[in-house]
């Protein structure tokens, strides 16, 4: 499995949350990689991204000034910080070895990883 997603749990609201993804097989830096999540009965949306070389950031309106992606490069990892956790980011979450902005928003077309359930919860 070229991605492995750690870090989930039960969080209280206004909680936090780290999530990592390492990844084999490839090396991170070369690629547009991401976070996209999947709530119950909702469709998989991407939730962050990070290009390959600037590094720039493409972050979802819902989470903005919340979340953080960032990249380990020496280690191969994928991070996502999640802060002010709100219930409506109860969901599995999905690191992704693609992510693609067409008409302003993120899509996959590369490996998933196996998904980590976030359930925010008083």
């Known amino acids: 499995v070229p991605l492995q997603a750690s870090g989930g749990g039960v969080v209280q609201p206004g909680g936090f949350l780290r999530f990592s993804c390492v990844a084999s097989?490839?090396?991170?830096?070369?690629?547009?990689i991401g976070w996209f999540r999947q709530a119950p009965g909702k469709q998989r949306e991407g939730v962050a991204c990070?290009?390959?070389?600037?590094?720039?950031?493409y972050y979802a309106d819902s989470v903005k000034g919340r979340f953080t992606i960032s990249r380990d490069s020496p280690n191969n990892t994928l991070y996502l910080q999640m802060n002010s956790l709100k219930p409506e980011d109860t969901a599995v979450y999905y690191c992704s070895s693609d992510c693609t902005i067409v008409a302003g928003r993120p899509y996959s077309f590369g490996s998933w990883g196996q998904g980590t359930k976030v359930t925010v919860s008083s």
């Open positions: 097989g490839f090396t991170l830096d070369h690629y547009a």
């Open positions: 990070i290009s390959y070389g600037d590094g720039s950031t």
